[in-house]
């Protein structure tokens, strides 16, 4: 029988410093045999959902949290069973879509031939020595900041789980039960809380129903708003919630459950929304911005697409004002250089960028993106409607990943999709300028002597007045005014 040892993989650091990740699920179960690079698990980083690759070949013994739960970089997650063979190194795989540049520390992550002696049945837990406060390597980057005690520190959100224990010499060790989640299930041990998330906890006060009474039907133990309602309809009504007036309605659900639903709901700040709102604060109190606005009369770009998509040469392409407008602002870029650069203020310079990353903002699910297309200035009109399409695709099924995220150099965000016409957007940190394509309207505009109607749009230029002075700034809006009234003025600017 070959030796078996049992190895931990840490949360590694997805990229950009990122310092948490919340464990959307997991793709694999205890006992489960997995292969390298197989994909194990799917978690959220401020910035991206990320799958993460398995960095060896055995079989699952431990998950160490919890599906919702938020992790900090550098934690054990998952416990693996391999052989022993005296001198493996784990995968040197990256997340799907973290860049290669950060996954120069993989093999320092998890032990290698660094562990116990074959057969020994220890735990390799990647431990670094006592007093040292530093940053553990790990599969991307450095992870999470250690104490002398050795453990990463972490915000206390749930109860750690339980290490995996420890085997005899010469056992193979047997697999051992699913970690239970540490926040409350019915008859825990005295200490742990029901599990349930704040609405839910809120919802169970407020109709004096206690939780460790309850049963939860959700992903381990999970205990829902049915749920709790469920309890509240099986007769064991607490007094406390017959007191709230519990009569149901004509729908069947109580007054009091009702009234908490429709007037409060509470939902964590974490994931992309965090991340978004931190960059957003940061960036409308770092940067000085100016907006300014230009009311255009679009009609020839509009019967220029018009024109583009009965065209056989653009057939199954997606071309829309966005990708019309985005190639405005490129060929506008060129004549304008300034609004494609970057304030250094660590180092007091100003870096301009002789490529073009065009950021373009993206409402999902998950709160706002914005991911950008690279060397987008080198695209052709139907590799730029590809690449919008994709990118767009790709950030509503949450699936964008950090390397797409970093590195943009300018932005647009079309509000003109959701009927407005104006605004006035903040930039994306550490980028010059934003542009918003408001919505294309029919109306009333001065046409050769004459009023006619027309199909009008607003652009609404935000700039940071640190790199772009006003009169830069009012060209370039200029030049993608004229571009999108007029396409045949391209001619002049190339």
Known sequence: MSATMIKEFRLPDLGEGLTESEILSWKVGVGDTVSLNQVIAEVETAKAVV?????????????????????????????FEVA???GEQPSTATPAGVGANHAGAWSGANGGGSGPAAGSGAVDSNSVEAGASTRQPNLVGYGAVVESSGRPVRRSRILAAPPA???SPGRTPEAPAAVEPSLEIPGAPAGERPRSTPPVRKLAKDLGVELAEVTGSGPGGLITRDDVRKFIGGGDLPAAARNLGAAPDGQGTTAGARASEEREVRTPIRGVRKFTAAAMVASAFTAPHVTEFLTIDVTPAMDLLARLKASRAFAGYKLTPLTLGAKAVLIALRRNPSLNSRWDDARQEIVQFNYVNLGIAAATPRGLTVPNIKDADTLSLTELSEALTGLTET???GKTSPAELSGGTISITNIGVFGIDAGTPILNPGEAAILALGAVRRAPWEFQGEVALRQVMTLSLSFDHRLVDGEQGSRFLADVGAILADPGMVLTMV
């Open 84 to 86: 022993d063979d005296g």
């Open 395 to 397: 950030a509503r099924a």
């Open 165 to 167: 224990a420890p085997v």
């Open 51 to 79: 799958e993460l690759p398995s960095p060896f070949a055995g079989v699952i013994t431990a998950l160490h949290e919890q599906p919702g739960t938020i992790v900090e970089v550098g934690k054990p997650i998952v416990s």
